[in-house]
């Protein structure tokens, strides 16, 4: 059953949330970090990205840049940029996006619930990637980014968040994408006790997006129980900071494949090897952005293509059966013989928010084609995570992404 907790927030005061709240750390490169924290001074990627406050060859991964972190959020926490909540609360935390919505229960997860798999996952970790964010969380002694969890929706929770939303809120701003983001603070004891034990009773909890967040934030309550033999469970390092929401509310955007050579074929003995898997349609020049299940755009030499697999070989599997496995499985791996897209240079990934037009350029710059997807759903996600199975990777592009600062949990 999940442990999901309110906690003390550390959050920035009303009048200046909009200028702190941060798109995640991982967004951005150095380059555009810098550019970030120089636009905008009160940006919370100053502390995410803390390299920034150094020269340009400084490695972004000293000891020095997580302490200038931590020192930078102390400083902004006396100068009173930032508030602590006197009591134990949750937030709904509002996201609107093209006029559609979604509102997530900001509170604490248990790393044991992590650890026995209460929480799920559905991708792998890699421990470089880890290490980063376990040095930022441990030296700054917080968690300075949501995670982002999805939930079967129940209607108790729902029925709360409903009613809160009718009072006024404690921030609600425009960021500069146009997206809006409204936060309610839900204090009353009865509302808190209510939704602590609908969570109770709840199985599962997913992780939609934050793998190795999630893992850094596990691994440095390990640490810190290591060094505290004597713990109850009950102090804050054994909790992260996350944002659940009701799965029917969430939306996925498809991530899209572009290549940068059709391995030593020519155009039309790459069509022929294709057409062994998939019936190939010729669209024309107009962009085609598949709109069933094991349907993909091709683009290729100024043409757009529909490829459909073949009924022989799709599958039922969770795994086995989703768009980005039947891509790997029967097109990218046999013929373009690209095997690790994590690590073949020659594949790269765009994300669906780009539009198609984004897939065109590519291909017209520096890549030779295309390939447009129909968007993992979030039940698929769930029944992948449900079996105990790993989604290939950049399966799911989740929009629009959680802000960093608004809420940070410290660990004690």
């Not at 020049?285 to 094991?294: G, S, V």
């Given at each position: 059953m999940a442990a999901i907790k309110p906690f003390k927030a550390v959050r920035p005061r009303e009048d200046i949330a909009g200028r702190v709240a941060a798109l995640p750390y991982?967004?951005?490169?150095?380059?555009?970090?810098?550019?970030?924290?120089?636009?905008?001074?009160?940006?919370?990627?100053?502390?995410?990205r803390a390299e920034t406050q150094f020269a340009k060859d400084f490695n972004p991964y000293d000891a020095?840049?997580?302490?200038?972190?931590?020192?930078?959020?102390?400083?902004?926490?006396?100068?009173?940029?930032?508030?602590?909540?006197?009591?134990?609360?949750?937030?709904?935390?509002?996201?609107?996006?093209?006029?559609?919505?979604?509102?997530?229960?900001?509170g604490c997860a248990s790393i044991d619930d992590y650890l026995h798999n209460v929480i799920k996952k559905h991708e792998k970790t890699r421990e470089e990637?880890?290490?980063?964010?376990?040095?930022?969380?441990?030296?700054?002694?917080?968690?300075?980014?949501?995670?982002?969890?999805a939930y079967r929706s129940q209607k108790t929770i729902n029925d709360i968040v409903e009613?809160?939303?009718?009072?006024?809120?404690?921030?609600?701003?425009?960021?500069?994408?146009?997206?809006?983001?409204?936060?309610?603070?839900?204090?009353?004891?009865?509302?808190?006790?209510?939704?602590?034990?609908?969570?109770?009773?709840?199985?599962?909890?997913y992780i939609a997006d934050g793998h190795h967040r999630t893992a850094s934030a596990v691994k440095v309550g390990l640490k810190r129980r290591e060094a505290n033999p004597n713990y109850t469970g009950e102090e804050e390092f054994n909790f992260f900071l996350s944002v659940?929401?009701?799965?029917?509310?969430?939306?996925?955007l498809d991530y899209n494949r572009v290549v940068k050579d059709l391995n030593g074929y020519t155009k039309e003995e790459f069509l022929k090897?294709?057409?062994?898997?998939?019936?190939?349609?010729?669209?024309?020049?107009?962009?085609?952005?598949?709109?069933?299940?094991?349907?993909?755009?091709?683009?290729?030499?100024?043409?757009?293509?529909?490829?459909?697999?073949?009924?022989?070989?799709?599958?039922?599997?969770?795994?086995?059966?989703?768009?980005?496995?039947?891509?790997?499985?029967?097109?990218?791996?046999?013929?373009?013989?690209?095997?690790?897209?994590?690590?073949?240079?020659?594949?790269?990934f765009v994300g669906g928010i780009r539009g198609l037009k984004e897939l065109e350029r590519r291909v017209n710059s520096d890549m030779k084609v295309a390939f447009a997807m129909s968007p993992t759903s979030i039940n698929e996600l769930l029944n992948v995570s449900d079996a105990g199975q790993l989604m290939p990777p950049k399966s799911t592009w989740f929009e629009p992404k959680l802000r960093s600062g608004l809420f940070i949990h410290e660990l004690d």
């Open positions: 991982d967004v951005f490169n150095r380059e555009e970090a810098l550019a970030e924290v120089l636009k905008e001074p009160f940006s919370f990627l100053k502390i995410d020095k840049v997580y302490e200038k972190a931590r020192d930078i959020l102390q400083k902004m926490i006396s100068e009173g940029i930032f508030i602590k909540e006197n009591k134990d609360c949750y937030y709904i935390y509002e996201l609107t996006m093209n006029g559609r919505s979604q509102a997530g229960l900001v990637k880890e290490i980063d964010r376990i040095n930022h969380v441990d030296i700054c002694n917080a968690q300075t980014g949501p995670i982002f969890l009613k809160i939303k009718r009072e006024k809120p404690i921030y609600d701003f425009i960021a500069p994408d146009q997206i809006r983001h409204t936060v309610w603070k839900i204090a009353n004891e009865t509302d808190i006790e209510k939704i602590a034990r609908v969570f109770r009773k709840i199985e599962s909890v659940l929401f009701p799965h029917d509310q969430l939306m996925i090897a294709v057409s062994q898997s998939f019936l190939i349609e010729n669209i024309g020049q107009d962009p085609y952005k598949p709109t069933e299940k094991a349907a993909f755009g091709m683009y290729l030499e100024g043409v757009w293509y529909k490829l459909t697999a073949k009924k022989e070989i799709r599958s039922d599997d969770p795994v086995e059966g989703l768009d980005v496995s039947l891509l790997q499985n029967y097109l990218l791996t046999p013929i373009l013989k690209i095997k690790d897209i994590r690590t073949d240079k020659r594949i790269d």
